[in-house]
């Protein structure tokens, strides 16, 4: 607990000055006044130093993600389930996007009400990907006439990940076995699907048409799909590049790939790089969700500054064979056992 010196003078002053008006100018109803100028001291601040403990501060987002360009709603919760109301309470916090950190705190100033539970909204525009971090850092309560005051520290950290727009019509050029393969080609190749046929089923929009079984679609007057069996290999990685300085143009490229790829009925991953320990993890992009927990736990690794070292470190620590998609900002590059590829082959 801190003692405010000058607040105390002050308060000392304002009483010599009622006690002056009393005496010299014989404003005896003054008087009144001097008795509870001494006891409220007394009894407030004993008061603010057993309630101050009970007060509760926590931080909140509305919603876990949202896409770039929208606003983040993010909230100081206050529950005060004392009578003693805290009129002057000062957060101190930080909004950081995890990408570009600029380490600069701000401050609220709130009124913890009695026997109130309330919050304070803030809204943040996003102008970039990342993950942007909502923290407490610390609150200063000052108590009666402000003679004292009391800091406490904050342990909220509430996360909220920036997800990219989506982007339609993105020049993204035709992969290799876009188009898909037969029962005969699939062995051969380093696709993700064998051979065997796991079912045949009514085809569904959406699906492709070398998956179309011709003939028992003849035979039954309808179109059938073969769904093939999966095998534990990819054909195709994506390896985003982790660079600084084009980070934000990186995501909405992997994302636009991505989002390609997964029209076109592609099985592929994306290989997340960990410079910190030169650790890889693989995430299959089957569904929105997959993506989204790709990008959250990509936010949360450190950045680098030499364009490709992923796909570096990818082929020196012998990860899986398979075709490699380069992205390092608006740079996509196809690579086939580190050699590079033309896109359009």
């Known amino acids: 607990m801190k003692i405010h010196i000058w607040s105390i003078i002050r308060y000392l002053f304002i009483f010599i000055l009622i006690v002056f008006f009393v005496l010299v100018f014989k404003q005896n109803y003054l008087v009144f006044l001097l008795f509870p100028y001494v006891i409220l001291p007394a009894v407030a601040i004993p008061a603010f130093v057993v309630n101050v403990k009970k007060l509760e501060i926590t931080g909140g987002a509305v919603v876990p993600d949202i896409e770039k360009g929208g606003n983040i709603l993010y909230y100081v919760e206050y529950s005060n389930p004392t009578y ?14 995890l990408f570009f950190k600029t380490d600069k705190d701000t401050v609220l100033n709130i009124n913890c009400m009695p026997k109130k539970k309330d919050r304070v909204n803030i809204s943040i525009r996003t102008s970039k990907n990342g993950m942007v971090s909502f923290e407490g850092k ?7 006439m402000g003679m004292v005051s009391v800091r406490e520290p904050l342990n909220f950290n509430v996360q909220v990940a920036v997800l990219p727009e989506k982007k339609s019509n993105v020049p993204v050029r035709e992969l290799p076995y876009s188009e ?36 028992i679609s003849a035979k039954m007057d309808d179109l059938a799909v073969k769904e093939m069996e999966r095998t534990s290999v990819m054909s195709l990685v994506i390896v985003p590049e ?21 029209e076109r009925g592609e099985r592929f991953e994306v290989c997340l790089y960990n410079k910190t320990d030169c650790s890889f993890e693989y995430y299959i992009i089957d569904d929105e969700d997959s ?23 990818y082929y020196s620590s012998n990860q899986k064979s398979a075709f490699l998609i380069s992205v390092a900002g608006e740079d996509v590059k196809m690579y086939e056992d580190g050699l590079e590829l033309g896109m359009d082959e």
Request: aromatic share 10%.
């Open 291 to 313: 993506l989204k927990n790709c990008y959250r736990d990509m936010y949360l690794l450190p950045l680098y500054d030499v364009n490709g070292e992923a796909k570096e470190a």
């Open 138 to 144: 610390s609150i200063q309560i000052t108590g009666f």
């Open 180 to 215: 898909g393969y037969d029962e005969y080609t699939e062995p051969d190749m380093k696709g993700a699907l064998s051979s065997d046929i796991k079912e045949i089923r009514e085809y569904r929009p959406g699906d492709r048409l070398a998956r179309i079984h011709w003939k």
């Open 84 to 97: 003693y109301p805290f009129l002057k309470c000062i957060i101190n916090f930080s909004v950081d996007n």
């Open 242 to 262: 982790l660079v600084k300085s084009v980070i934000d143009d990186t995501v909405s490229m992997l994302d636009a790939i991505c989002r390609v790829l997964a």
